[in-house]
């Protein structure tokens, strides 16, 4: 599947990409991804080791298209409550893998990676 990245125009090819689905609360009313009911996204990974995120309102279209940097990439991850495996690292030195301790929220988790990740 080809997609266009919405602010920019390019083109980028999903084939054989990983994807990864957002959480939602513990009542399922809202994204974790986005903290809003009504706003939901879905993480890619390439191939090539590229980040792009789908996002969208609803069931309403079009879909929103943007690429995000590794460390985002970490976050929303963890966000999500998705554990990074070696293979979402990709090639090269391995970077830290955080993971959510049992009795840690979703937004506590987020702050301690946002911290250790600036």
């Known amino acids: 599947m080809i997609v266009t990245i919405t602010e920019t125009g390019q083109t980028i090819d999903l084939a054989g990409a990983e994807s990864f689905v957002e959480a939602m609360d513990e009542n399922n009313v809202y994204s974790l991804a986005t903290g809003n009911p009504d706003d939901h996204e879905k993480l890619f990974r390439t191939p090539g080791g590229r980040w792009i995120v789908n996002a969208w309102t609803g069931m309403q279209r079009p879909t929103k298209w943007r690429e995000i ?3 985002t990439a970490l976050a929303w991850l963890a966000l ?7 293979t979402i690292h990709g090639s090269g030195p391995s970077k830290k893998v955080y993971t959510r301790t049992w009795d840690e929220s979703p937004q506590q988790f987020q702050k301690r990676v946002n911290q250790a990740v600036i």
């Open 69 to 71: 940097d590794h460390e």
């Open 80 to 86: 999500n409550g998705i554990k990074p495996s070696e």
